[in-house]
């Protein structure tokens, strides 16, 4: 079973920014496109972006497409996003899976999910 831990959230105000992380124990990691989807209170989880098992092919939602960049190190199990210009819309739990099925409209792979990570971004 694999166990993801999320971490790197936190409060920031409308345009700052903030980088998350996310560490698989799995050992197979590499052999995975990863990808880092949120949930805010009251809605359901949504696909934010997706990388490939390479690290050579990223993938967005149009809602932050030119404000957040996935990155993955291998050697480390770890799958990163850096968010920059945040908006008050970004708030929400922010978690980290294998992403399989489409490029742009992946579904998360495991069935187990870690603990996520808040992002609060003030007005």
């Known amino acids: 079973q694999v166990q993801l831990v999320e971490s790197g959230g936190g409060l920031v105000q409308a345009g700052g920014s903030l980088r998350l992380s996310c560490a698989a124990s799995?050992?197979?990691?590499?052999?995975?496109?990863m990808g880092w989807f949120r949930q805010a209170t009251g809605k359901e989880r949504e696909f934010v972006a997706r990388v490939s098992n390479t690290g050579g092919g990223t993938y967005y939602a149009d809602s932050v497409k030119g404000r957040f960049t996935i990155s993955r190190d291998n050697s480390k199990n770890t799958v990163y996003l850096q968010m920059n210009s945040l908006k008050p819309e970004d708030t929400a739990v922010y978690y980290c899976?294998?992403?399989?099925?489409?490029?742009?409209?992946?579904?998360?792979?495991?069935?187990?999910w870690g603990q996520g990570t808040q992002v609060t971004v003030s007005s």
């Open positions: 799995r050992r197979t990691f590499s052999s995975y496109d």
């Open positions: 899976n294998a992403a399989v099925g489409p490029n742009s409209d992946p579904i998360p792979l495991f069935g187990s």
